[in-house]
């Protein structure tokens, strides 16, 4: 692997949103200071939390984090893209405070995004875990073809369609250039559901992605995580953002694709729930 060198201007931020975050952003917060990268700035941003996110976050004196509390709450929507202006980094990465990162993921990521020298690559994102309250792994869920390397926009388009679902992963599997996300704009939580997946299109439009197939992030599910709570609209959020897709013809989708991923939708969100259920202690 090549040597990742500091830049003098700053390599990376990685940016925590959180809502009532105590319970598991330390975890978030430990596995972005154990980075073997280190060329980074950690931002938190609460949303005004009425729990002790505050607290477990002062116990974090690395002088790479940069704590900011809303003096309102302004939604998930609002929140991530205030992540988005308050970054400084070359690269971006959102971490919602559920979830965590192995040790390696910022070396892995930022490497192939700093060896694209044409960038070609709008993304570069990477297999995960799914891990329950107590960080046990339930599940580790990667890319289709699973093979390390270039995948065609779009492929990964087509590809997370007909399959229902997100294929391109969490926030905390995805790395892109910050210059591109101030090209395409903001986060669209118009559809919450697929607010992640809705900006990697976006991002997609602009070149290909890059998969590493190593599990190099982790995904919580748990009770009362905002990811459940939208997780029971999600055959209707999808079906709303295939038709969304649908007018944009860069996407390049056939009536096959959007009649299928719309079955594909209806079944995921069945076999989602039940996961929930058997997993995570929650009711259908």
């Not at 990268?37 to 976050?57: C, G, H, Q, W």
């Not at 992605?209 to 209707?236: E, N």
Request: charged share 25%; glycine share 6%.
């Amino acid at each position: 692997m090549n040597t990742i060198h500091s830049n003098p201007t700053l390599m990376l931020s990685v940016c925590i949103p959180t809502y009532r975050g105590a319970t598991h952003i330390g975890a978030a917060i430990e596995s972005v200071l154990k980075q073997d990268f280190t060329d980074y700035e950690l931002i938190i941003i609460d949303d005004n939390s009425p729990d002790r996110t505050d607290k477990v976050v002062s116990n974090y004196q690395d002088h790479r984090i940069r704590y900011i509390k809303n003096p309102v709450n302004l939604g998930p929507e609002n929140n991530w893209n205030k992540c988005l202006t308050e970054a400084k980094g070359k690269y971006f990465k959102l971490l919602p405070h559920d979830d965590i990162l192995a040790p390696d993921c910022l070396t892995r990521q930022v490497e192939v995004l700093e060896n694209d020298f044409n960038q070609l690559l709008a993304l570069v994102f990477c297999a995960r875990h799914i891990i329950n309250c107590d960080g046990r792994v339930i599940a580790t869920r990667g890319y289709q073809a699973g093979k390390k390397g270039i995948i065609s926009r779009y492929e990964v388009i087509k590809k997370s369609i007909l399959s229902g679902t997100n294929l391109i992963g969490e926030p905390g599997a995805v790395m892109f250039r910050r210059s591109l996300s101030e090209k395409i704009g903001p986060f669209d939580g118009s559809i919450p559901y697929i607010i992640d997946l809705d900006y990697w299109f976006r991002l997609l439009l602009n070149g290909d992605a890059y998969y590493l197939a190593r599990p190099l992030a982790s995904f919580r599910v748990a009770p009362g995580s905002w990811s459940i709570d939208i997780g029971r609209c999600q055959s209707d959020d999808f079906r709303d953002f295939i038709n969304r897709c649908k007018l944009n013809s860069e996407y390049r989708l056939t009536r096959v694709d959007i009649l299928l991923g719309t079955l594909m939708a209806k079944l995921n969100n069945y076999l989602r729930l039940l996961f929930y259920k058997l997993y995570v202690n929650t009711s259908i």
